[in-house]
């Protein structure tokens, strides 16, 4: 079955940029959307069609495609983006909807 | 405003049956995709299904396939999830979800979910 492949963990210091990465085989052909999910809450979309961002987004947050690895990247880190994020994609014949393992941000 | 709202949670026994609703609104139901996603407690995402705005076309997470039926009724403005053989590994938070993957307005929707747990 297909994967999607993040890290687990990633730390950061308030103020710095923080990358989040995404690998996949069926990415340089399907796009990735991604999500942010704080405690309690359900996942809000922040990045879609690999580097699009929605309307209420705050800038800071952008998306990019290389191959198979997709990044999203929060410039400029606050302490309101402390949450799990996760990129969800399809296999390449888009039968099947995948969410990467998610990645649990930290800001210091 | 667009609202999911599930219901038909609760607690079920290995092996037993559960059928999970989402009831629409604020939207033309029927001319939307809709897919179930859950999450076990302390754990990641896993999409579940997906059915096609008609009905016609339905995808299944191999976890959950030949146990899972998921189906819709467009005059009722709802989305169903049927689960039997019920397992714990099957024990998570069970979210409606609209638009989640292959949108263009950079919208998506969620509903508040509704929490399965399958013990004895």
């Known amino acids: 079955s297909y994967e999607l492949t993040q890290p687990p963990s990633v730390s950061v210091s308030l103020g710095q940029m923080a990358r989040i990465t995404c690998s996949g085989e069926?990415?340089?052909?399907?796009?990735a959307y991604w999500y942010q999910q704080k405690p309690g809450q359900f996942p809000v979309l922040v990045i879609y069609?690999?580097?699009e961002r929605p309307s209420g987004i705050p800038e800071r947050f952008s998306g990019s495609s290389s191959g198979t690895i997709v990044t999203l990247t929060i410039s400029g880190v606050q302490a309101e983006d402390e949450a799990d994020y996760y990129c969800?994609?399809?296999?390449?014949?888009?039968?099947?909807?995948?969410f990467g393992g998610g990645t649990k941000l930290t800001v210091l | 405003e667009v609202q999911l709202v599930e219901s038909g949670g609760g607690l079920v026994q290995p092996g037993g049956s559960l059928r999970l609703s989402c009831a629409a609104s604020g939207f033309t139901f029927s001319s939307y995709e809709m897919n179930w996603v859950r999450q076990a407690p302390g754990k990641g995402l896993e999409w579940v299904s997906y059915i096609s705005s008609s009905g016609s076309t339905i995808y299944y997470a191999d976890s959950v396939k030949g146990r899972f039926t998921i189906s819709r009724d467009n005059a009722k403005n709802s989305l169903y999830l049927q689960m039997n053989s019920l397992r714990a590994e099957d024990t998570a938070v069970y979210y409606c979800?609209?638009?989640?993957?292959?949108?263009?307005?950079?919208?998506?929707?969620w509903g508040q979910g509704t929490l399965v747990t399958v013990s004895s």
């Open positions: 969800l994609s399809a296999d390449s014949s888009g039968t099947y909807v995948v």
């Open positions: 069926a990415l340089p052909k399907k796009y």
């Open positions: 069609k690999d580097s």
């Open positions: 979800a609209r638009d989640i993957y292959g949108g263009n307005s950079g919208k998506a929707y």
